[in-house]
């Protein structure tokens, strides 16, 4: 043995994923931006102390929209999100309740995000950003949150 061989790299060695939930060899499944954006603000909107979900505007047209017969909560209000093959991208605009700790909302507000997209649709989740736009006072223009709280 006048050579040192150098030693083989175990068998176990990571390798480029190609199959997964989402891609297999038997086809590829897409997921709609809409579909990840409900699931987000569904969850968003589970999480004790969020008031409502979406900017001023947003909660304005979302509130005028409830008012009209037969029409249906934009459970994605307040929700962006981009969306790829195998992970998404999710932004929040939140109003939190008065008193909470905004750090510990945000906190919860991005385990259960991700939580209940990784679950329900097979993406990861890269991340998780949150606005807050307000602080809701009770008794605060009598206004209610646009969607009933899912508990």
């Not at 790829?84 to 906190?107: K, T």
């Not at 998780?128 to 899912?150: C, F, K, Q, W």
Request: aromatic share 2%; net charge negative; proline share 3%.
């Amino acid at each position: 043995m006048t050579e040192k061989q150098a030693p083989k790299a175990p068998s176990t060695a990571v390798e480029t994923r190609t199959t997964g939930t989402l891609v297999s060899e038997n086809g590829r499944t897409s997921i709609a931006d809409t579909v990840v954006s409900k699931i987000a603000g569904i969850a968003a909107r589970e999480i004790n102390g969020v008031h409502d979900l979406g900017g001023g505007a947003a909660r304005v047209v979302g509130s005028l929209r409830e008012r009209i017969p037969g029409s249906r909560t934009n459970l994605s209000q307040g929700v962006a999100v981009e969306v790829g093959e195998r992970q998404a991208a999710i932004d929040l605009d939140i109003v939190a309740e008065y008193g909470v700790s905004i750090a510990d909302l945000a906190a919860a507000i991005r385990r259960n995000v991700i939580a209940s997209v990784e679950r329900m649709s097979g993406l990861e989740v890269t991340e998780v950003n949150i606005t807050v736009h307000d602080i809701y006072l009770e008794g605060d223009a009598d206004e209610e949150p646009s969607a009933p709280r899912v508990e």
